[in-house]
């Protein structure tokens, strides 16, 4: 809290995730907190379909303009390294798993996550969340074979 330039990078990041053209309905919130273990992500959707698994990946334009949000441009990937699941030993900065979802259509997950950083060249503010349409098989080059986006959000500044 002493650093000379602390007060520059924010503790806390805030997405607000929105449908896609066709995903009317659907919606999400992230979290990413500053830890001494990492970045803590908190994540929650709803309208999702019941019992289903979605890929879950930090992409590298905060751009979600497009109507199937292929503005955000493809996993975030600083070091130009494969795709891999979160704790595989090469993955993308941004690549984030799957986030299942409840009977309700409804997900909440907490992790923390050694990978983000949340300053300096790879910080990932500024950068887009995309939640897809389908799971993210954690193999597949170059992005998991996810299918589409169906929510999409620009990560922000939060308030502490
Ligand atoms: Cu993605
Ligand atoms: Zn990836």
């Known amino acids: 809290a002493h ?4 007060h520059l990078y924010p503790a806390n990041m805030v ?4 449908p896609t053209r066709g995903n009317e309905g659907k919606f999400g919130m992230v979290t990413f907190e500053r830890t001494d273990d990492g970045v803590k992500v908190m994540a ?10 979605h890929g879950f990946h930090v992409h590298e334009f905060g751009d979600c303009s497009a109507p199937d949000a292929t503005s955000a441009g493809s996993h975030f990937n600083p070091n130009e390294t494969q795709h891999g699941a ?6 993308h900065v941004g690549d984030l798993g799957n986030i ?5 259509g409804m997900a909440h997950v907490e992790f923390v996550d050694q990978g983000l950083n949340m300053r300096g060249p790879h910080s990932i503010l ?7 349409e389908q799971a993210d098989d954690l193999t597949s080059q170059p992005v ?8 999409c959000g620009v990560i ?5």
């Open 3 to 6: 650093g000379s330039h602390a």
């Open 15 to 18: 997405v607000h995730l929105r």
């Open 44 to 53: 929650h959707l709803e309208g999702m379909p019941a019992n289903s698994t």
């Open 86 to 91: 979160r704790d595989a030993e090469h993955r």
């Open 100 to 104: 299942e979802t409840n009977r309700s």
């Open 126 to 132: 500024g950068r887009a969340v995309v939640v897809h």
């Open 144 to 151: 998991g074979n996810a299918g589409a986006r169906v929510l």
């Open 156 to 160: 922000g500044v939060a308030k502490n």
